[in-house]
């Protein structure tokens, strides 16, 4: 027989690097990968993980793969395996639902796999996922919360009209060659070869880049974070409290150049107070909901006056409010809520805790204010859906 | 780069190949190309296509071999080989001298068999390349079709993956169009002319109804709605087109996986060993080779599977033992001439029922296993009672055997254009999950209602998608 031919190339390090081809396969699977990252990000922002300040962290999120549905065959479908020599019938050779066990690899791909995989998002890209779809609710803003000064620009496709600096060369040489291929043809029996040579620019060629000015709000945001601390707020609820307070500080950050965060903790008496302080200190006694209110408008009178501060005030309790305080709270609130752009009250009650307790949603019932909401918490689940209710508070009016 | 150039290579495959041509291996022209892991990991998304069509799917096993590599789990193969002519197979220019050299033995192997083994004829391995690309360019179009663009691309992508293997398997038997379904129907409806028939009672006559479409159950599910649904575009067309040849081209590799490695691995063995490798080499040889073919426990691996069944079968017409000559009579054929008869008109289902003994069953404890509760358990092992129940249970897990059978009944169920596909239950429910998912697919291709005749437990039942989303009930 004769010899086979054969030939072989030899490894080019410049062809590797060009030829990264799976690029824009893998950057549009990423883009699911966010879709599916957005479909269940209540599941997502329940981890405890994210909660935390720094915006560069990278999290992971466990994610179920975006799956591709074929005709397979169930569990009830006996596999073969090779053993050791010693098989015996009864003996255990793994787990149903484990991914490459029993299979040989002739197999893979024709049985699903649980396909989890790991995906690392910084978490200031998951706040963009987050919030993409959010918007603050339309309210009625005081003149000089509107002032317009932040301008960022965002390269966003091709014009035809444009100045000249943002003339994009390439293109429009580009351009330029393409209708020169086309016109070849014409060209020749029209005008003979000396033409041939010379083929100008034309208006049509030119291609400027376009660009996108976003406005931003110039204005100062604060959001104030009142909280019960007294005796009955527990770790899980204080978690949860503050699991919604990084939210909304998150969101107003996207929305707002300079956003101060306040935070009040509150009993019997309120006081402003750290940080730290805020989420791990534990406090004793009772509960006067309105001291915590009135310490709000009292820093508000202060330093953040109504006209040029767009004021976010958020307060959540177990609701477990002493009954006489019931009038002054709820006046209270009222005055918030006048001052403030959106002003809510979260009821936590983790499920199993005791129902009895008393409710400050029924009093807060009679407060009608078009920017005041409330929301009840009972698991970590719940945070994100009350979130969204929160801030479509206006929406739905 | 290691202790080697590329001369190196192009001597030792001189060598390789005088040995090839000693056994008298049949292959292509052979094109070898040296590439990096992430060159290797690109090939491996795309089933080692040099142009490929994009869809996000070829993303996502890049990102997954990419993560399984990095961690460690697994590593890459050492080569990859395209069934075209020129035949196409990438080495990894990290490996030793002596894995390229096996490598390359092994890449002859799997040459030959593309070139030989009945189930490629259908490839036409002289266009593949070309082919690939082609689907490449229509694709990349229609994306960049300011009327149609990715999404709507990947619409139908998505779908046509999804039911792309539901397709004719033999591709060696001839598809009668429906005019000849018709006319066979026709044919054999008409009672045959009997010399005896004032005796006999005369068969009624059962007209046919030739107006059932399709008339006999069609499995090539892709192509049968690109040619009955009067709503999909001439792209959308063209795509399922593009998904089905493509399936039909990955056809004859799914269905000859052990047989195709088993081979490669044979002849690697056979060419190596008769080169005379120096001791250092020989060694590394040793060791590789029983890297590549041990079996795995809990699993079976083709590699070796195929190997010892290409081995136990040359043996046996070179070397059988006394038992197996009384058994068997005295073999009628050379070993060479028994394995190159094997390796042109078999696949892997055939094979492995023809040529894997109960002997090598148990010599390779292959066995059995079962779902109970939460774990898997050993059956039935490969005994002088159980062998062939184990036996029958690796035919159905093996080829496109492991891909349920469904079939398109009736294009227009109820006289309502519903489409109406039967799964041939063969004692394996199907995922439901997964037939529930895969059905919207289909409904999203077919436009409008369509049914699944299935099993499920026992019992026959109808899942349905329609307008108004999933339902399944009972028949009967």
């Known amino acids: 027989m004769p010899l086979v031919e054969s030939i072989f190339r030899e490894y080019r390090p410049s062809d590797a690097e060009r030829s990264d081809r799976s690029a824009g396969d893998r950057l549009r699977h990423r883009q699911k990968v966010r879709e599916l990252i957005r479909e269940n990000i209540s599941d997502i922002i329940a981890e405890e993980s994210i909660i935390g300040k720094d915006k560069d962290r990278i999290i992971k999120v466990p994610l179920r793969g975006i799956k591709e549905y074929r005709f397979v065959y169930g569990e009830n479908a006996p596999g073969v395996g090779q053993g050791d020599g010693n098989s015996k019938p009864g003996q255990v050779v793994g787990k149903t639902g484990r991914d490459g066990q029993g299979q040989g690899q002739d197999r893979a791909g024709d049985r699903p796999g649980v396909d989890y995989y790991e995906t690392d998002v910084t978490l200031e890209e998951l706040i963009e996922i987050m919030f993409e779809d959010l918007e603050l609710p339309d309210m009625e803003r005081r003149a000089l919360r509107e002032i317009e000064a932040e301008r960022s620009s965002k390269r966003k496709g091709y014009r035809k009209v444009g100045i000249r600096v943002r003339l994009d060369k390439r293109r429009t040489a580009k351009q330029r060659i393409m209708r020169k291929l086309a016109s070849h043809h014409n060209d020749r029996v029209e005008s003979g070869e000396k033409e041939k040579d010379r083929f100008p620019f034309h208006d049509d060629d030119l291609k400027y880049r376009h660009v996108e000015t976003e406005m931003r709000k110039e204005s100062n945001a604060v959001v104030i974070c009142v909280m019960d601390t007294s005796g009955s707020m527990d770790t899980m609820k204080k978690y949860l409290a503050r699991s919604f307070f990084f939210l909304l500080y998150q969101f107003i950050t996207t929305r707002y150049r300079n956003v101060e965060i306040v935070f009040i903790g509150h009993h019997t008496e309120a006081s402003e107070v750290t940080e730290e302080e805020f989420f791990h200190k534990g406090e004793s006694g009772g509960t006067f909901i309105s001291s915590g209110y009135l310490k709000a408008l009292e820093i508000i009178q202060q330093r953040y006056h109504p006209s040029l501060w767009n004021i976010y005030a958020f307060h959540c309790s177990d609701g477990d409010n002493f009954d006489s305080d019931n009038p002054a709270a709820l006046r209270a609130a009222k005055e918030l809520s006048e001052v403030c752009n959106l002003f809510g009250y979260g009821e936590i009650k983790p499920l199993g805790s005791r129902y009895y307790e008393s409710s400050m949603l029924n009093v807060f019932r009679r407060l009608d204010a078009p920017n005041f909401q409330t929301v009840l918490i009972e698991r970590k689940e719940d945070i994100w859906p009350s979130f969204k209710a929160f801030l479509a508070k206006e929406k739905s009016q | ?476």
């Open chain 2, 1 to 476: 780069m290691a202790n080697y150039s590329l001369q190196d290579l192009v001597e030792w495959d001189e060598r390789i190949r005088e040995k090839v041509a000693e056994f008298g291996l049949d292959c292509y022209p052979q094109e070898f190309e040296l590439c990096d892991h992430n060159g290797m990991l690109g090939y491996m998304a795309y089933s080692g296509m040099p142009s490929h069509y994009p869809h996000w799917s070829y993303g996502k096993s890049y990102e997954k071999l990419k993560t399984l590599y990095d961690h460690g789990v697994s590593g890459l193969p050492y080569e990859m080989v395209i069934n075209s002519n020129p035949a196409l197979a990438y080495l990894m220019r990290d490996n030793t001298l002596l894995l390229q050299v096996l490598t390359i033995a092994h890449v002859y192997g799997h040459n030959d068999f593309f070139k030989r083994n009945f189930t490629y004829s259908s490839t036409h391995a002289e266009y593949t390349i070309e082919l690939f690309k082609a689907h490449a360019l229509r694709v990349r179009r229609y994306v960049e079709d300011p009327s149609i663009g990715i999404e709507k691309v990947e619409h139908i992508l998505d779908a046509a993956h999804a039911l792309s293997l539901q397709r004719r398997r033999n591709l060696a038997i001839r598809k009668l169009t429906q005019a000849e379904q018709v006319q066979r129907a026709l044919e054999t409806a008409r009672p045959p002319d009997d010399p005896f028939k004032r005796i006999h009672q005369a068969r009624p006559y059962v007209e046919p109804n030739i107006r059932k479409v399709p008339y006999e159950p069609e499995e090539d599910v892709l192509l049968f709605i690109r040619d009955h649904n009067p709503f999909l575009q001439e792209w959308e067309k063209d795509i399922l087109t593009i998904v089905d040849e493509e399936s039909k081209y990955f056809i004859p590799m799914i269905e000859t996986k052990i047989m195709n490695e088993g081979w490669a691995s044979y002849w690697h063995k056979r060419i190596l060993e008769s080169l005379g490798l120096e001791q250092g080499l020989r060694l590394e040889f040793i060791v590789r080779h029983n890297q590549v073919v041990r079996p795995i426990p809990g699993q079976l691996n083709p590699y070796h599977l195929g190997l010892r069944i290409w081995e136990d079968l040359h043996r046996r017409y070179t070397n059988p033992t006394p038992e197996e000559i009384k058994r068997d009579g005295p073999p009628n054929k050379t070993g060479d001439e028994k394995i190159f008869e094997a390796r042109e008109v078999e696949r892997d289902v055939s094979f492995v029922r023809r040529y894997l003994t109960e002997d090598l069953m148990r010599d390779m404890d292959i066995f059995q296993y079962e779902p109970r509760g939460e774990d898997l358990v050993v059956s039935k092992v490969s005994d002088e009672e159980g062998w062939r129940a184990v036996k029958e249970n690796l035919l159905r897990n093996i080829g496109m055997a492991t891909i349920p059978v469904i079939k398109i009944e009736d294009a227009d169920f109820g006289q309502n254009r519903t489409l109406y596909v039967k799964h041939y239950h063969d004692g394996r429910d199907l995922h439901l999950e997964y037939a529930e998912k895969t059905l919207a697919y289909l409904y999203r291709l077919w436009g409008r209602e369509c049914v699944l005749e299935t099993t499920v437990q026992g019992k026959r039942s109808l899942l349905c998608f329609n307008d108004r989303g999933f339902s399944a009930k009972a028949l009967k």
